[in-house]
């Protein structure tokens, strides 16, 4: 039976993190030539880790697909730099021939409320989650325009579409991803490139783990009508219909996997 996502060229973000590095195993095993991008040296991560942690995680991912069968690639990627993003988009058709799917999936988040803000603290965040966005379509589209099409993935939050009380620079930055997700469908959609969103909930990963306090995890679980924090592998499942030809129909939407948290 063939993969889901067979011979797609597939360059991901923040694919040493926990959701990233799911998405790049299960796409993997669905058919798909992977392009891992992360930073070599992280100034964001937790003080008690060296700087370059999610680089080594990233190597290691790369290292077991390639060993289970698969084909993959490491590129270091500053999201936050344009020629970074031309580089790594231009080392993807180096070693595959082509782009087909883009994956925004690095970000960054900050608990805090409002009067806690700074501007730096600001900036670091919109650079982060929202322009990365941007410079990673830019740089994805005219690739994707020389293999006759492609899809778009970026990364939303339930916090772009609902107020939280917390957190306003992170909430402007996923409302601002799911925008610029709409206007570069309907800009794109004459070169066969879709784009979409994926609106997660709250999940239990490495980036929840680091950025909230523990005392605030129940409170934050009694706010889900499932009761519980979403896995890796169901973001991935959504990642991969949205990168798959399954989709073929959708662009310019969100995918909220939030286990019906905006149902209220």
Request: hydrophobic share 45%.
């Amino acid at each position: 039976m063939a993969g889901r996502l067979d011979n797609k060229v597939i360059l991901i973000t923040g694919a040493g993190g926990g959701l990233g590095s799911e998405q790049v195993r299960m796409m993997a095993k669905e058919g798909a030539k992977i392009v891992a991008a992360n930073l070599k040296q992280d100034p964001i991560i937790a003080e008690e880790q060296p700087a370059d942690a999610l680089w080594k995680k990233t190597l290691n991912l790369v290292e077991e697909i390639n060993q289970n069968g698969g084909e993959a690639i490491a590129v270091a990627l500053d999201v936050t730099q344009e020629q970074d993003w031309i580089d790594a988009v231009a080392e993807t058709e180096k070693h595959f021939g082509r782009l087909d799917v883009l994956v925004n999936n690095a970000g960054i988040y900050y608990h805090a409320g409002l009067l806690e803000h700074t501007v730096e603290k600001f900036y670091q965040i919109v650079n982060i989650n929202q322009l990365g966005v941007l410079l990673g379509m830019k740089a994805a589209v005219p690739a994707m325009k020389r293999a006759g099409g492609g899809s778009i993935v970026n990364f939303a939050s339930i916090y772009g579409i609902a107020g939280a009380g917390v957190s306003t620079a992170y909430q402007s930055t996923k409302g601002a991803v799911r925008l610029m997700t709409k206007s570069a469908a309907m800009e794109f959609v004459g070169d066969n490139i879709r784009v979409n969103a994926i609106c997660p909930g709250m999940f239990d990963t490495n980036l929840f783990e680091s950025s909230v306090p523990k005392e605030e995890w129940e409170p934050l679980i009694s706010m889900v009508p499932m009761k519980r924090f979403g896995k890796p592998h169901e973001i991935a499942y959504g990642t991969i219909f949205l990168a798959s030809d399954e989709s073929s129909f959708m662009t310019g939407t969100d995918l909220v996997i939030d286990g019906g948290y905006t149902c209220p």
